[in-house]
Every structure is written in C-alpha cells, then in structure tokens.
C-alpha cells in the first residue's frame, strides 16, 4: 500500500500492482460460471484459422507496468499478454497490441510505451516495433506493411483524452487499420473506454483472449457456482469502498471474514472504544445493518478478537496486542492479532471455495504484517493440502501473496483490482458484454 498520510491507512485495496494469474495447483478445477456473459461469449478458440490467418488483429493487453525511469520493475503484466499474442501468430495473424501507461496528460516521453515493446519483444524472442502513435497514417501503414506472424504495439493510447471518453470519432480512426478485436485486458474490463468498449462497434468479431476468459472463468465461476462452503475474505481500508461487495458476497457465501481498517468501524457498531483507529462514522449504521442482514440469511461473519495496536503510525511505533474490546484510548488498531489468526484458520478449515481481497493489516510494515501473512498461509494451505480453490483479488492483497513466497500455491492470481471488486457485486464489465456471441 502507499500512504498518504497516517490517518489513511489501510488503503482499498485496488491498486494498479499488476501480477500474472498464479499456476493452478488445485486439484479441482473451478465450476463453471452461471450467470455471467462467459458461456455465452466468443473466444480466440472460438475462430476458425480461416478467420484469422492474414488477418489484421488488434488486441487489447494491460501492460500498464511500474517503471523507474525507463526501467521495467515489474513485467508479470507483459508476461500474462503472451500465450494470446503467440496464439494468434501461430494462426498467421497480424498482431498489433494496444495499452495505457499510467495517466498522462497528453503526450509524455515518460509514459511511452516503447520499454513495454521491448520486453515484449525480449519475450516473444523477436522485435516488437512501436508505432509513433496509436491513430493516424503511420500507424495505417506499419500495419498494412507488416507480414504474417508480426507484433506491433501502438503509443499509449491515453496520450489522446478521447480514450478514456470513448468518443466515436476517435474510435473510428483507432480501429481503422484493423479487421477484427481481441481483448486481454481484464483489469480494464469494467471501463467503457475506446480500447475495451467503443471498438466493438467498428470491428468484428470482438472475442475474448486467453486471460481475460481465465479471469471471468475463477471468478465469477466461483461466485456464481462455487463449491460450498463459501467465504469471502473483505479488507482494505473503508467500509465505504467495500459495501456494495460486502452486500452481494453476504448473498453468495457462507462466511465473511472483514480485515484491514474497516474492522474499526464494525467494532464501533458494536459499541466498542476504538481509540484512534480509521472509523466512518457516517458508515457505522450501515456496518451494523451488514451485520444484522448477515444475522437474519444465517451467514456468519467474524470479526477480530484481538487486535495488535500502536501510540502512532510509524515502524518506530510502540506496540501491543490486546483483545478488541480492550483498545485503550489514544491507540491505534493496525493489524490482526495471533488469536484471530487462530480463529480465521479454524473458521475457513472446512471451507471448499474462499475469495480474498483486501489485507489484514498495514502489511508493508514488519510489526504490522503477520495478519495478512497468515491468513495467505491459511489459503495456500487450504489450496494445498484440502484441494480448496482460492482467488486472490486487488493489488495489496496480491502484492502480499508475492511477498510472503506463496503466490503459487493459490488457484488464481487476478490481475484486476476495479474489475474484481465490480465483478464480485455483480456489476456487468463493459468490456465484456461488448464481446460477440456465441
């Protein structure tokens, strides 16, 4: 998490952190969605070689990386865009790869996508050459002058504001050069923006790629038709962030563990002192509706029992762990404490499908990590040794699972943050309900 200031603590944890979907390791693999557009939308399976041979194909990826300068710090996202791009130059297409970087204001040399072009490149082992835009003559004639089985990838396609407002008039110029669309590009499913949403309407067939259909697969699979028991694991900073999912996963699972700063704000719900811990106050009737609803579906939620605090926001920070009726004033709450684990790990052991997002605590601080690494060694235990499947969501709890070594014992990595947490409330994602039909 990155802070801005000591009382935001617990950021929501949908970060732009991108990560690879982990290798499945279950021995079971999810069941099949039943409510959302999956089934019932086209994949790059689903066309013939005749529709794709010699054809000029433009696929949206996310290759939204870290960069420090010019350097890469992070190529999981460049690296889940490959099995679709060497499928589809395995078929004789033309493939040219679109993206955003970041949100720059207009054209901007430090937002160019030219280091995620030359890691592609490093990756597919071939060069990946850069359009000098992503509209316009040049980028018409790089395609139509390249062969069969070639990459290119357009400059960022948030250099032109239209982007993001999905004008037609630019979308029109955008698609142009191109006979049909493939989307790959799952953390930016739940945006109608040119890219994801507006080409649909110029080229077609618009069909899924390899990671958006395995995202859509674990996660609304598991929502929709998991195996029971059910739990969701909710973090991250606010109530306020997080209660339109917390209402659709009480409907859905059978148990709610809540982490992270939202904690606090149940725990006054239920008329306990929390010190200076993170608290809407203009949420403490809606965390106690939460409870209540979850009291009259017969659905469990657990709350900490023990919560290990600190006199201030800071590594230096004095620490203790008490029970979370025992906060003392003055005090801040900023982790789980050992018994809670304990709790987590006895209230999930039965527990067949299990949905993460969120962390603990303010894991990025030594004193304050042990909760939400526990609870990732709880799930890759689960994933491991009781065949459970396990779905990690939202960059913070993601970047945790990296942190800890565990990452790929888990089920399935999502690379999406948005896009998760509007799928898991059941919101349909532009960028998918513009894909064809079977």
Known sequence: MKFVNSALFFLAATTATAFVPAPQ????????????ELEAKKSIEDLSDDELKGKKVLVRCDVNVPLDGKKITDDTRIRASIPTIEYLKSKGAIVTVCSHLGRPDGPEDKFSLGPAAERMGELLGEDVKLAPDCIGDEVKAMVDGAKEGDVIMLENTRFYKEETKNEESFVEKFAAPFDLFVNDAFGTAHRAHASTEGVTKFLSPAVSGFLLAKELEYLDGAISNGEKPMAAIVGGSKVSSKITVLEALLEKCDKIIIGGGMVFTFLKAKGLNVGTSLVEDDFVDTAKAVMEKAEKLGKTI??????????????DANIQTVAADAIPDGWMGLDNGPDTTAEQKEFLSDCKTVIMNGPMGVFEIEKFSKGTFGIVDILADLTKENGAITIIGGGDSVAACEQSGRAGEMSHISTGGGASLELMEGKVLPGVAALADK
Do not use: K, Q
């Open 302 to 315: 657990l709350l900490p029992s023990d919560i290990i605090i600190a006199d201030e926001f800071s590594a």
């Open 25 to 36: 390791v279950g021995v079971r693999t999810p069941a099949a969605p039943s409510n959302f």
